[in-house]
């Protein structure tokens, strides 16, 4: 079984979260052959304070940043 891990900042909502699982499940499953109904994926969410990327604290997410639609888009 594939265990797939995400974690995001909060703020997202269920529905951009259900897009982002069925877009790397398939993914995911095209890339291993492993049929999707033996990968078990986890999202887990924090603040943005708890995300550091090249040494600085990333902000809360805010709804519309421009490599989340791009992200998402990809995944369709």
Known sequence: MALISCDMREGRTDEQKRKLATGLMRVISEATGEPKS????VIREGRGINFVEHGEHLPDYTEGAVGDKDLISRLK
């Open 38 to 41: 033996n990968i078990f994926f």
